[in-house]
């Protein structure tokens, strides 16, 4: 399976006529540069990774995918936009400070994995894995598969409210991953921007699953296998989408929850939205992954979380101190419930919150223009 060239330098024609696109760019990273393949090693091989993400969503296009594009800009904040451009794109935008913070995220990631969980390093899927090239600014080829799958999440997150027709909401021509958080008074809108959150983080998982899937194929040929070893085979894609698509999330300021503020927000709190993620990666896990069980589900949900979680928190910070402090006394578990993750997994408070997504979504889906029809249905939030 080889990805369809994207020739950059074609979206970086349209994107220099494209004034809606500049305008976007200049709002987030004060700069309207971006950049074709050839301006650094790590956005080269960030365009290669992320044609991956952008063939998949171009799919979901029932007319004209190539208005779906992507681009990089060379700032230094670590932001990801859509942008519905006036040259009638959609924009994928990824900064190379968004790059940068993954490459960094993934390689404490892999750190941990390879000290804590180093029986899967073992497994036959990841020694093939290790037999791969390592990405320049990666330490190792799993730190480079899971940026891979932390990209490949994030390119679909934004496809996701590109195909999802969230222009159809998002009226201004732009949505910006970290925005200003009070810059909409209205509580209702809030509350809807979060339901599309959601939303496009689910087709985000979708797109990272099948990417992996396509990237794994050429080093491992699962049809050759025994069932044991395909349900090994699934644990671990499943664990590292798991993994890539939480450590992509908590890039994006993961935070306690405050539930007052919570609807007060246009992005869902931290917690709660990686919640909300893992409930779709398990869906996912569910629907596409038949040969386990709700053990291995469970197991993959506590143990992606448990990899995650201390990577979330700033170095030094009050939680921080306090995780290390539990995790030294008590245990993973015990330092899990001290910085809020746990309670929040079974916080009355989210259900009824779930819910008042739910409906919100229910209520903008009207005004949605999915680029195939079938989205809505397939990827709406379900009420829990
Ligand atoms: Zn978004």
């Not at 934004?158 to 810059?183: I, M, P």
């Not at 395909?230 to 908590?250: C, D, K, P, T």
């Not at 030294?328 to 259900?351: K, S, Y």
Request: glycine share 6%; net charge negative; proline share 4%.
């Amino acid at each position: 399976m080889t990805p369809n060239d994207q020739r950059p330098d074609s979206a970086l024609d349209v994107a220099l006529t494209d004034t809606l696109l500049k305008q976007a760019v200049l709002t987030t990273f004060k700069t309207v540069d971006l950049c074709s393949q050839i301006v650094s090693p790590r956005i080269e091989h960030a365009h290669e990774l992320a044609k991956w993400g952008l063939k998949i969503a171009r799919r979901d296009y029932d007319k004209n995918p190539e208005r779906l594009m992507l681009l990089i800009s060379p700032s230094s904040v670590a932001n990801a936009l859509a942008v519905w451009g006036s040259s009638k794109s959609d924009w994928i935008v990824l900064s190379d400070g968004l790059l940068l913070a993954l490459q960094s995220k993934a390689n404490q990631v892999a750190e941990k994995l390879a000290s804590e969980q180093s029986w899967i390093l073992e497994t036959e899927l990841l020694r093939s894995i290790q037999k791969v090239d390592t990405l320049t600014g990666l330490d190792t080829p799993v730190a480079s598969f899971l940026y891979f799958a932390a990209v490949s999440f994030f390119v679909g997150h934004e496809a996701g409210h590109h195909v999802l027709g969230h222009d159809g909401y998002f009226r201004n021509g732009a949505h910006a991953e970290v925005s200003d958080q009070n810059s909409t008074p209205n509580v209702d809108s809030k509350l809807t921007k979060q339901a599309l959150e959601f939303q496009a983080d689910r087709y985000g998982v979708m797109v990272a699953r099948v990417a992996m899937i396509g990237w794994l194929s050429r080093h491992w040929d699962v049809r050759e296998y025994s069932a044991q070893e395909r349900a090994s085979y699934q644990w671990i894609i499943a664990f590292v989408m798991s993994v890539g698509a939480l450590m992509a999330l908590s890039v994006i300021k993961p935070r306690r929850i405050d539930w007052e503020a919570a609807y007060g927000r246009e992005h869902p709190p931290g917690v709660l939205r990686m919640i909300q993620l893992l409930n779709a990666l398990t869906e996912s896990i569910k629907e596409n992954f038949g040969l386990l069980g709700d053990k291995e589900l469970e197991t993959i949900r506590l143990e992606a979380i448990d990899l995650v979680a201390e990577t979330t928190l700033v170095p030094g910070s009050p939680d921080h101190i306090l995780f290390r402090d539990r995790l030294a006394r008590e245990g993973r578990r015990a330092a899990l419930r001290a910085i809020g993750l746990l309670q929040a997994i079974h916080d009355p408070n989210a259900a009824s919150y779930i819910q008042k997504i739910a409906n919100a979504f229910h209520e903008v889906t009207p005004l949605l223009n999915p680029r195939s029809r079938r989205f809505i249905e397939d990827l709406g939030v379900a009420p829990q």
